[in-house]
């Protein structure tokens, strides 16, 4: 079975600049997550759908952090414009909740340098 | 104060030793609890569940206990392998908290030979 896969895998970019992530997850899968994780911290949710609805996007800074879902598959999540503060893993993770209820499954992440 | 707490270590543990941590959450309404493991610059893996009459997988046992809200993961007879970042999850169980999950920061363990 595929993991979750996410492009790209590194990014380097300056304040201010706009940048965008892909999340592909496990087929089958109807919820989905994306996480901001910091160096040293643990994994912040940013944004969880369900199926192309967003369940929760309480922790999600709106002002410049978008995330979208249209067909109910993949995902994109996008910062515009970039802040220092925004460098981290960015991870997306699945869940089949009929099938394990919250186990989650992670991709590789990407990491984002903003200088 | 944090919603899930963790001792952030590093607790470095002899190979073939047992060691232990918590992680404990201020929301007593929390309906679900998790570990997961995170090697250094990997994505986090689920571990085990944490079930209210506490479980074992092998060398690894979780244990809640709600009275003093905290859960517990025991590592037994140490292995290199075992060195990671062990974070908790916590699964909001009030009107507002349904279904949300809060990570710790994580505990660092370092096995030696």
């Known amino acids: 079975e595929a993991g979750v896969a996410q492009s790209p895998r590194y990014k380097i970019i300056e304040k201010r600049q706009s940048v965008a992530f892909w999340c592909n997850p496990i087929?089958?899968?109807?919820?989905l997550y994306w996480y901001q994780q910091i160096l040293g911290q643990g994994p912040k949710l940013l944004i969880q759908?369900?199926?192309?609805?967003?369940?929760?996007d309480s922790q999600l800074p709106k002002d410049r952090f978008s995330a979208e879902r249209l067909k109910g598959v993949d995902s994109t999540l996008k910062i515009q414009p970039a802040k220092l503060e925004d460098s981290a893993v960015y991870l997306c993770?699945?869940?089949?909740?009929?099938?394990?209820?919250?186990?989650?499954?992670f991709g590789p992440g990407t990491r984002l340098t903003v200088t | 104060r944090k919603e899930v707490e963790q001792d952030p270590g590093p607790f470095n543990v002899p190979e073939g030793a047992t060691v232990a941590f918590n992680c404990t959450y201020s929301?007593?309404?929390?309906?679900?609890f998790f570990w997961y493991r995170q090697d250094c610059r990997k994505e986090p893996k689920l571990l085990m569940s944490?079930?209210?009459s506490g479980n074992e997988d092998g060398r690894f046992t979780a244990q809640l206990n709600r009275a003093s809200q905290y859960i517990s993961l025991l590592i037994r007879d140490s292995k290199l392998s075992d060195s990671a970042t062990y974070l908790c999850?916590?699964?909001?169980?009030?009107?507002?908290?349904?279904?949300?999950?809060?990570f710790g920061a994580g505990t660092q363990v370092v096995v030696t030979p």
């Open positions: 993770a699945s869940s089949h909740r009929g099938v394990s209820l919250y186990e989650q499954y």
């Open positions: 087929s089958g899968h109807a919820t």
């Open positions: 759908f369900q199926n192309n609805g967003v369940v929760d």
């Open positions: 929301n007593s309404a929390s309906q679900s």
């Open positions: 944490v079930y209210s």
């Open positions: 999850v916590v699964i909001g169980g009030t009107t507002d908290s349904w279904g949300k999950l809060q």
